[in-house]
């Protein structure tokens, strides 16, 4: 009576879920997905497989969540259902709690689409246990503390993913790491073409030595954007770039967020990302690419796109062991300046600032100096400087008036997260203002406590 296991399964992990929840254990992603898989081994093949449409996976070492991001924003635009493991939960204990979180306690699940963003060394599992349609791959970087080969060890494991059911490949033609994935399967190409004149002083920062997967020589770059990607050609064998079948035209990046056209064929979209950085164009184009493939109409990536960035730019409020956060991104002095007036206008706010100059949140951190903290000079509570720029916030800080005394330098994010959490009592507000790439940080540390936010 395998039907009865499974609800058996079910109804368990729903359950151990809300007393998870209930308990505000906040720690519970793969807890309902680990008994339900103990109680019924095939619990996950069976729930995917009731997909009207398919399943498709999102890996690759960094932009897995704004990819499936902005892909389920196009799907749901278009008119379709979609279950994504937006908790970022992507190992396959993780997956099988989200897919059993939307099914109905007797295990039907009503969706048009499955949408999983799956850890890389989880790829080969997910696979050999539901049957994934496509796999888009973002970018392969080279760890650090890459000395044992760690990447091509992540590459065997993606081929093999992929190898299992025959899915279609959707990869990255820019990242020789990923160009070079699958050569025997099915594949769709995506990948910049050209940079906006604006844009081209941004080209070539973090450039990474990159080598022929085919003969080993080190390839020659005509246009490189960040680390190995880029147009490249091995001098030495035939090997190159593959021409991309999606493509983004003429980008005009900027800190506030970047336009380009996206082309496929002789269709052709203007999009327009409220988010910074040329990562979030590949991410965006990563997920145009399947979308145009699926015939979705070019206006409505356009609005998916541009729903999901806009949505992410906003401002974010959860509750933590019963203290409200709220989370607003700041990238520039006018927008600064009226996040920081709100603030002030809170007679028991409670204020973290994290500044960070990567790349995404513009190197020069002049602009701090145009935003009017001097709005904060009267708060009456300490204020938490973070970030690799938090010695330099706390100057800023000084500046605008506040005493000395008040201004707490505390580097780690995550160790800044616990001291305002810490020091935040139950009728106050806990506001944080992180730079763009602080606001990733914080989703990640969100993430392992448990919470999430809405635009990941
Ligand atoms: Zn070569």
């Known amino acids: 009576m395998p039907q009865v296991v499974d609800r058996l399964a079910i109804a368990a992990a729903k359950l151990s879920a ?24 095939s619990v996950l093949n069976k729930l995917a497989a009731q997909s009207r449409l398919g399943v498709i996976a999102v890996s690759g070492t960094n932009g897995k969540s704004t990819t499936s991001g902005f892909l389920a924003s196009i799907l749901s635009k278009a008119g379709y259902r979609v279950v994504h493991n937006r908790q970022g939960a992507n190992l396959v204990t993780g997956i099988t709690a989200t897919l059993i979180d939307e099914a109905s306690w007797t295990g039907t699940l ?14 080969p599992v997910v696979a050999s246990e539901i049957k994934i349609g496509n796999i888009i791959v973002t970018n392969l970087f080279r760890d650090q503390l890459d000395r044992f080969g760690e990447l091509d060890t992540t590459a065997r494991l993606i081929n093999k993913g992929i190898a299992i059911n025959n899915s ?29 004149a604006s844009s081209t002083n941004q080209a070539g920062l973090l450039a990474e030595l990159s080598y022929c997967n085919k003969c080993g020589k080190e390839y020659s770059y005509d246009l490189i954007f960040y680390g190995q990607l880029g ?45 910074p950085g040329l990562f979030n164009v590949y991410n965006a184009l990563a997920a145009a690419a399947i979308a145009f493939q699926m015939d979705i109409a070019a206006e ?29 991104l700041i990238k520039n002095p006018a927008g600064a300046s009226q996040v920081v007036a709100s603030v002030a206008g809170d007679p028991n706010a409670k204020i973290l600032i994290a500044i ?5 949140d513009g190197r020069d951190i002049s602009w701090l100096w145009d935003a009017e903290f001097e709005q904060l000079s009267t708060a009456r509570e300490n204020v938490i400087v973070s970030g690799q720029r938090a010695e330099d916030m706390a ?13 707490q330098v505390v580097t780690p994010l995550e160790k800044a997260l616990k001291q305002a959490l810490d020091t935040t009592d139950d009728q106050q507000t806990l506001w944080i203002l992180p730079t763009y790439t602080c606001l990733l940080e914080l989703q990640k540390i969100l993430k392992s406590m448990g919470y999430s936010l809405s635009g990941t």
């Open 356 to 360: 960070n100059d990567n790349l995404a």
């Open 231 to 275: 147009h490249y050609t091995c001098s030495s064998c035939q090997n190159k770039r593959p021409t991309p079948d999606v493509s983004a035209h003429n980008v005009d990046v900027r800190s506030s967020g970047s336009s380009f056209q996206i082309k496929f064929g002789n269709v052709a979209s203007d999009i327009r990302l409220n988010l």
């Open 18 to 41: 809300k007393a998870i929840r209930v308990a505000g254990l906040g720690m519970g992603s793969n807890l309902p997905g680990k008994v339900a898989r103990k109680l019924s081994p």
């Open 395 to 407: 100057v800023r800080m000084k500046y605008a008036g506040l005493p000395p005394e008040q201004i």
């Open 110 to 123: 009503d969706t048009d689409y499955c949408l999983f963003e799956i850890d890389e060394a989880s790829l």
């Open 300 to 328: 409505t990536i356009r609005e998916g796109l541009n729903k999901y960035s806009t949505l992410f730019g906003r401002s974010e409020k959860l509750v933590i062991e019963g203290k409200p956060i709220l989370i607003q």
């Open 168 to 196: 279609e490949a959707v990869l990255n033609a820019d990242d020789p790491n990923v160009a070079s994935l699958a050569p025997e399967s099915k594949h769709l190409y995506y990948g910049i073409e050209s940079l906006a």
